[in-house]
């Protein structure tokens, strides 16, 4: 593990940011496609003008860790715009990453202000996925697989995580038939997409670590260990919300929404908690399997 510094800091910040903003973006883009017809007009506008508003951040974000990265390389402030430096930070995976989550954004974009919302579908997911292009599973060989599971795993969590805000819209103000359609819908779906989100995680988890043992054994390992405790958490709310809140909300207890905001803003606490905990170790420290 390298020396930790103020660079370094910064740039697991704006990685963080980006992750947050990017799988924000993409899963409100997937909600409004599933839930749009059970959204009131005026929350679908909300939500609408904050998947704009998250898209513009990732974009932003991405080119600033660009920066960022190319003056922890100097170790001065003149790295932020150091040509040749910024080139070897872009040629190493950053800038196509950044190039395809910005296409992916823009397809996205028109697509969620019109009637076919479906169309901003495959736009989003580009998006989603867009940080398979760089980063460990790519230091895999062969790379098809690790990559191809870190897609499917990224589009899961940009399903759930991203889903949340737009779920703590309708629920902040929604009508309690209204609410409770979109929980059950957005509940029905998730069961099958955290499935696997689970199952791709966790095979591409054992092929970096390369052995159980790794999980407490190295520096990484534990990193992971205490991801895996946050998901953990997270789990748990997301069961209580099917399985408790939902069902009441179906049967008009008005209490119901309040908890369910309650829940929400813990799960969405814990999914940036998580968020912040991958950008640390993925920005940090290498897995075992490529010691």
Same mark, same amino acid.
């Given at each position: 593990?390298?020396?930790? $510094?103020?660079?370094?800091?910064?740039?697991?910040?704006?990685?963080?940011?980006?992750?947050?903003?990017?799988?924000?973006?993409?899963?409100?883009?997937?909600?409004?496609?599933?839930?749009?017809? /059970? =959204?009131?007009?005026?929350?679908?506008?909300?939500? %609408?003008?904050?998947?704009?508003?998250?898209?513009?951040?990732?974009?932003?974000?991405?080119?600033?860790?660009?920066?960022?990265?190319?003056?922890?390389?100097?170790?001065?402030?003149?790295?932020?715009?150091?040509?040749?430096? /910024?080139?070897?930070?872009?040629?190493?995976?950053?800038?196509?990453?950044? =190039? =395809? %989550?910005?296409?992916?954004?823009?397809?996205?974009? &028109?697509?969620?202000?019109?009637?076919?919302?479906?169309?901003?579908? &495959?736009?989003?997911?580009?998006?989603?996925?867009?940080?398979? @292009?760089?980063?460990?599973? %790519?230091?895999?060989?062969?790379?098809?697989? &690790?990559?191809?599971?870190?897609?499917?795993?990224?589009?899961?969590?940009?399903? @759930?995580?991203? *889903?949340?805000?737009?779920?703590?819209?309708?629920?902040? $103000? #929604?009508?309690?038939?209204?609410?409770?359609?979109?929980?059950? %819908?957005? #509940?029905?779906?998730?069961?099958? =997409?955290?499935?696997?989100?689970?199952?791709?995680?966790?095979?591409?988890?054992?092929?970096? /670590?390369?052995?159980?043992? *790794?999980?407490?054994?190295?520096?990484?390992?534990?990193?992971?260990?205490?991801?895996?405790?946050?998901?953990?958490?997270?789990?748990?709310?997301?069961?209580?919300?099917?399985?408790?809140?939902?069902?009441? /909300?179906?049967?008009?207890? *008005?209490?119901?929404?309040?908890?369910?905001?309650?829940?929400?803003?813990?799960?969405?606490?814990?999914?940036?908690?998580?968020?912040?905990?991958?950008?640390?170790?993925?920005?940090?420290?290498?897995?075992?399997?490529?010691?």
């Amino acid at each position: 593990m390298m020396p930790f $510094g103020l660079w370094d800091a910064a740039g697991i910040a704006l990685k963080t940011l980006t992750y947050a903003a990017t799988l924000g973006a993409a899963g409100a883009a997937f909600f409004i496609c599933y839930c749009g017809t /059970l =959204v009131a007009r005026a929350d679908s506008l909300r939500i %609408r003008r904050m998947v704009l508003s998250l898209a513009v951040l990732s974009v932003l974000a991405g080119a600033a860790q660009i920066m960022v990265s190319a003056a922890s390389m100097s170790g001065k402030t003149a790295g932020m715009w150091d040509g040749s430096l /910024l080139g070897m930070v872009w040629q190493a995976g950053a800038g196509r990453a950044n =190039v =395809v %989550r910005a296409m992916g954004l823009l397809l996205a974009m &028109p697509a969620v202000f019109s009637e076919r919302r479906w169309l901003a579908v &495959p736009g989003a997911a580009l998006a989603a996925t867009s940080f398979a @292009w760089t980063g460990h599973a %790519r230091s895999l060989d062969p790379d098809v697989i &690790p990559v191809l599971l870190l897609g499917i795993h990224l589009l899961g969590v940009a399903f @759930w995580l991203g *889903a949340l805000t737009p779920l703590l819209i309708v629920a902040r $103000g #929604g009508e309690p038939s209204r609410i409770a359609g979109a929980a059950a %819908r957005f #509940g029905a779906i998730a069961v099958f =997409v955290v499935c696997g989100l689970l199952a791709a995680g966790a095979t591409l988890l054992w092929m970096l /670590l390369g052995g159980i043992a *790794a999980l407490w054994e190295s520096a990484y390992g534990r990193c992971v260990l205490v991801k895996l405790i946050l998901a953990a958490c997270l789990l748990g709310l997301a069961a209580f919300n099917k399985l408790r809140l939902t069902p009441r /909300l179906q049967r008009g207890d *008005a209490r119901a929404s309040v908890s369910l905001c309650t829940s929400i803003r813990l799960e969405l606490l814990l999914g940036l908690s998580i968020l912040a905990v991958t950008a640390t170790f993925t920005s940090l420290m290498g897995p075992p399997s490529l010691d």
